[in-house]
Antibody, heavy 118, light 108 residues
Framework: QVQLQQWGAGLLKPSETLSLTCAVY????????WSWIRQAPGKGLEWIGE???????NYNASLKSRVTLSVDTSKNQFSLNLTSVTAADTALYYC????????????WGQGVLVTVSS | ELVMTQSPATLSVSPGERGTLSCRAS??????LAWYQHIPGQTPRLLIY???TRATGIPDRFSGSGSGTEFTLTISSLQSEDFGLYYC??????????FGGGTKVEIK
């Protein structure tokens, strides 16, 4: 059974860097596509970016200048860094997996609430 | 930019009634569309993929239809556990993807 477990700092001040990690258990890390998705309060789901297990990345254009995705295949983990956060980055952040670029997300992490407040 | 638009924003339905949710794509996406259920406090759950295929373990009261730019998710007889948020998502425009704004299904 594939499980995605996330962690990271839940409270940040404006201008700080958001850092989250997602670990994959019970399944292969290689050969899949790994995304970060967020949901701001009262808003819908927003795709942040994606990385394959080889390290190739694609980003939402609206966040591209502030986002970095990375992967540690030795630990079956991938990470999100979002720089210069503001209150608008307050959201529930999810990691998710899909099999190919033409498939949906079957597996999701439990979500981490990140609040940006001074 | 491929934009997904869902309607209505809120759907008020009594338990046992049928609920119909719509999703429109700004350009044709064939059948490269998924529906997710998101109950607050829970992880989003894949319901439908390829516009009309139920994911593993999804009850048959959930059905999807459509192609091109117009898609529908139908819940034939709403149960108490079905109330929550529903999103459509395209995966036709790699390397980009996006979700619709969501439909909240609430108890009437």
């Amino acid at each position: 059974q594939v499980q995605l477990q996330q962690w990271g700092a839940g409270l940040l001040k404006p201008s700080e860097t958001l850092s989250l990690t997602c670990a994959v258990y019970g399944g292969s890390f290689r050969g899949y596509y790994w995304s970060w998705i967020r949901q701001a309060p009262g808003k819908g789901l927003e795709w942040i970016g994606e990385m394959n297990s080889s390290g190739r990345t694609n980003y939402n254009a609206s966040l591209k200048s502030r986002v970095t995705l990375s992967v540690d295949t030795s630990k079956n983990q991938f990470s999100l860094n979002l720089t210069s956060v503001t209150a608008a980055d307050t959201a529930l952040y999810y990691c998710a997996r899909r099999t190919t670029v033409m498939t949906p997300f079957r597996y999701w992490g439990q979500g981490v609430l990140v609040t940006v407040s001074s | 930019e491929l934009v997904m638009t869902q309607s209505p924003a809120t759907l008020s339905v009594s338990p046992g009634e049928r609920g119909t949710l719509s999703c429109r794509a700004s350009q044709s996406i064939g059948t490269d569309l998924a529906w997710y259920q998101h109950i607050p406090g829970q992880t989003p759950r894949l319901l439908i993929y390829d516009a009309s295929t139920r994911a593993t373990g999804i009850p048959d009261r959930f059905s999807g239809s459509g192609s091109g730019t117009e898609f529908t998710l139908t819940i034939s007889s709403l149960q108490s556990e079905d109330f929550g948020l529903y999103y459509c998502q395209h995966y036709n425009n790699w390397p980009l993807l996006s979700f619709g704004g969501g439909t909240k299904v609430e108890i009437k």
